[in-house]
Every structure is written in C-alpha cells, then in structure tokens.
C-alpha cells in the first residue's frame, strides 16, 4: 500500500516551495506538565517560503495546475490576514504570475498593512477589501461572485485567469482536482518516516482545520498508512456538519483522483467544533494564554487563529480523558504567525 500510495503522489506534478521533511520533536516541558500524553509537534510553520505553513505544501501541487494552464492572473479570496492568500501570493510572485487577493472583512481588524496585509503588500499583491459577517470564513457561494468579477476584469484586458478556491481545498472553481489534499497525504507518510524513527506511531494526529484540505490529505494518509492513527480535526470557523461533510467530499474526491480503493469511511472524519468560541479569527484570554505557554515553555509561537485553538482544544481533550495518558501524539503547527501582530491589542489586553 506504502510503495503503491507513494508511486501515486508522486506522479502529480509538483515544484519545489519548501523545505522537507519538516521538524519534529517531542514537546518534551508541556508532555512532562500534563504527565502524558506524549505530545510531539510538526513543524509545518517551518515550511520555508515567507513565514512558513501548511498553504506552501499545497501551493506545491497546486502552482502547476495553474502553469499548466498558462495562467497569467491568480484570482483567490479568504480573511482579510489570510496565511493561504499570502503564501499563494509569495508561490505566484515566483512564477511571475499576478496575485489579486479578495479579502473579506470577516473580524474587525483594520486592513492596514500588517502582518499578512504587510506581506500581501510587499509582494505587490492587488488586493480588494470586501465586507462579510463577522466571526466566521465566508461560504464559498458567496466568494465566489467576487472571485469571478476581478477575473473578468483581467480577462477582458486579455489575461488568462484561474481562480483557485480558499485554502486551496474543495475542487472548485479552475482548480478541478483535489491538489491542496494531496500534499497532505504526502504530509502524512513524511510525519510516519519520523515516528517511526522515534520507535513509535502516533495513536492520533491534532490539527487545526478551516477549509479542510489539511484533513482530508492527513485522513487517507492515515488510513492508507497507519490505520490505528485518528485525525482529529479541531474546526476554527464552521460547526462539525457541515464541515464534516466538506471534509467527506474532498477526502472522497481525493480517493477518486488517488485512484486508492476507498480506505476512508465517513465516521472517519473527526472534527471537534466546541473551540471556535467566540467565532473565526477572535482572539480571547485563552488564545492568549495558550500562545504564553507554549511560547515560554518550548520556544515555539502558535499563531492566534488556527494553532492556538487547536492547541487548546488538544488539552482540552486530554482532561477529558479522550486521550489517554499512554497516547503519543503528533500535533501538527500549520503556520499562521504573522497574523500575531495585527492581534497585538487583544493579546496585550488578555497578558497584561
Ligand atoms: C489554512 C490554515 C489551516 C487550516 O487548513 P485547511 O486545509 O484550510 O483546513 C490551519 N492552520 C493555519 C495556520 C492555516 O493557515
């Protein structure tokens, strides 16, 4: 199955954005406090292009199917700090193809030139501000109509658009197939190769999960390679249904295009939406604090949006006995940290 899935990945065309395989070690202070479970980290942050995360490894697939298609113009959308509108400015900036970015004003920070808006902007990204409720990832319905008006708007001046979906996750829009999902099965086999140096196979895999490309490629992955492993999505935005079901149909999807006998089953999706508290992108005491600890006992910065909220939804199951204290687990860090800084407010006000 091993050699089988590999062969498979391996024949998507790919380009070379990041560093692999990423880190990983045991987050020996915060395992030796809880007393168990063992907790090791990943360390997608550390992908290598711009400041790092789980967008680049997608980006890798993905950027071909847009030179492939001889695109000129990438139209993409997400919040206004979005790592993925970032990171796939950054791969497009490299390619010579141009990044027009929608970006919804989906919290109330100001669109001012920081963090991930000081990188769009340093890269001479186009971006257009849109409204949208607040507190959660806008739909992709209604995306979608704002997408395709910046992409007339270039392709009557003669420009060959694609338009890829947020997160680089469910096929839609120009990006027919599954890519983002795939490099997470890729992630997967990468993560096992280390484990498994280590001496073990993690009884579960935490991550962060938003547009659910992440997921889905971690779940075949874990299915096809390591079946004992359970994936367990912490959601930032959406409720467990529907999200789960976006999950299904990208996992679904990326079986088809893996061509894998399915190893998935739907109750495989694992998704936990009690963390999302006071909704996408809100930074309250307990992402502050969560950031604190991990910061000062292990060196490492969780970003406020995803990873933090996943680490506090991982500890949270740990009280509650879901894990056990025999359990090994792999977190996985997706990256996220630029959007610290235009946080800096909330974060001081819950740390002072
Ligand atoms: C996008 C993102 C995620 C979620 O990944 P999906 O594949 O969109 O579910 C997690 N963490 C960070 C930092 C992200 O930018």
Same mark, same amino acid.
């Given at each position: 199955?091993?050699?089988?899935?590999?062969?498979?990945?391996?024949?998507?065309?790919?380009?070379?954005?990041?560093?692999?395989?990423?880190?990983?070690?045991?987050?020996?202070?915060?395992?030796?406090?809880?007393?168990?479970?063992?907790?090791?980290?990943?360390?997608?942050?550390?992908?290598?292009?711009?400041?790092?995360?789980?967008?680049?490894?997608?980006?890798?697939?993905?950027?071909?199917?847009?030179?492939?298609?001889?695109?000129?113009?990438?139209?993409?959308?997400?919040?206004?700090?979005?790592?993925?509108?970032?990171?796939?400015?950054?791969?497009?900036?490299?390619?010579?193809?141009?990044?027009?970015?929608? $970006?919804?004003?989906?919290?109330? $920070?100001?669109?001012?030139?920081?963090?991930?808006?000081?990188?769009?902007?340093?890269?001479?990204?186009?971006?257009?501000?849109?409204?949208?409720?607040?507190?959660?990832?806008?739909?992709?319905?209604?995306?979608?109509?704002?997408?395709?008006?910046?992409?007339? !708007?270039?392709?009557?001046?003669?420009?060959?658009?694609?338009?890829?979906?947020?997160?680089?996750?469910?096929?839609?829009?120009?990006?027919?197939?599954?890519?983002?999902?795939?490099?997470?099965?890729?992630?997967?086999?990468?993560?096992?190769?280390?484990?498994?140096?280590?001496?073990?196979?993690?009884?579960?895999?935490?991550?962060?999960?938003?547009?659910?490309?992440?997921?889905?490629?971690?779940?075949?992955?874990?299915?096809?390679?390591?079946?004992?492993?359970?994936?367990?999505?912490?959601?930032?935005?959406?409720?467990?249904?529907?999200?789960?079901?976006?999950?299904?149909?990208?996992?679904?999807?990326?079986?088809?295009?893996?061509?894998?006998?399915?190893?998935?089953?739907?109750? /495989?999706?694992?998704?936990?939406?009690?963390?999302?508290?006071?909704?996408?992108?809100?930074?309250?005491?307990?992402?502050? !604090?969560?950031?604190?600890?991990?910061?000062?006992?292990?060196?490492?910065?969780? /970003?406020?949006?995803?990873?933090?909220?996943?680490?506090?939804?991982?500890?949270? $199951?740990?009280?509650?006995?879901?894990?056990?204290?025999?359990?090994?687990?792999?977190?996985?860090?997706?990256?996220?940290?630029?959007?610290?800084?235009?946080?800096?407010?909330?974060?001081?006000?819950?740390?002072?």
């Amino acid at each position: 199955m091993r050699e089988k899935l590999l062969h498979r990945i391996a024949s998507f065309p790919r380009i070379e954005l990041i560093h692999r395989p990423t880190p990983m070690r045991k987050l020996a202070a915060i395992t030796a406090e809880l007393g168990g479970p063992e907790i090791w980290i990943k360390r997608d942050d550390l992908t290598g292009i711009a400041f790092g995360g789980n967008k680049s490894r997608k980006l890798e697939y993905i950027l071909p199917d847009v030179l492939a298609k001889k695109a000129d113009v990438l139209v993409t959308w997400a919040s206004l700090q979005s790592n993925w509108a970032m990171q796939t400015a950054a791969a497009c900036a490299r390619y010579g193809i141009k990044p027009v970015l929608v $970006l919804f004003k989906t919290y109330d $920070l100001p669109p001012e030139p920081d963090g991930n808006i000081l990188l769009d902007r340093i890269l001479g990204a186009e971006i257009r501000y849109r409204e949208a409720a607040k507190g959660k990832i806008v739909t992709q319905d209604f995306a979608l109509a704002a997408a395709n008006e910046a992409a007339a !708007e270039y392709r009557v001046l003669g420009k060959k658009t694609y338009i890829a979906p947020v997160g680089g996750s469910m096929p839609s829009a120009d990006m027919d197939r599954p890519l983002g999902a795939v490099s997470y099965v890729d992630a997967f086999a990468e993560m096992l190769v280390q484990t498994q140096a280590a001496g073990f196979t993690p009884n579960a895999v935490v991550h962060s999960t938003g547009s659910g490309a992440t997921q889905a490629g971690l779940l075949v992955g874990a299915k096809a390679l390591a079946p004992q492993t359970r994936v367990v999505g912490i959601s930032v935005s959406d409720e467990k249904e529907p999200f789960a079901q976006i999950v299904w149909d990208i996992t679904e999807a990326l079986e088809n295009e893996l061509k894998l006998d399915p190893v998935t089953m739907r109750d /495989d999706v694992l998704v936990f939406d009690e963390y999302i508290r006071e909704g996408y992108g809100i930074v309250n005491k307990e992402v502050a !604090e969560v950031i604190r600890r991990v910061f000062t006992r292990e060196g490492i910065v969780l /970003d406020p949006v995803y990873t933090s909220k996943a680490f506090i939804g991982m500890l949270d $199951l740990i009280d509650k006995g879901y894990f056990k204290p025999a359990d090994k687990i792999v977190f996985f860090h997706t990256g996220g940290t630029p959007a610290l800084f235009p946080n800096r407010q909330k974060l001081m006000e819950f740390l002072d």
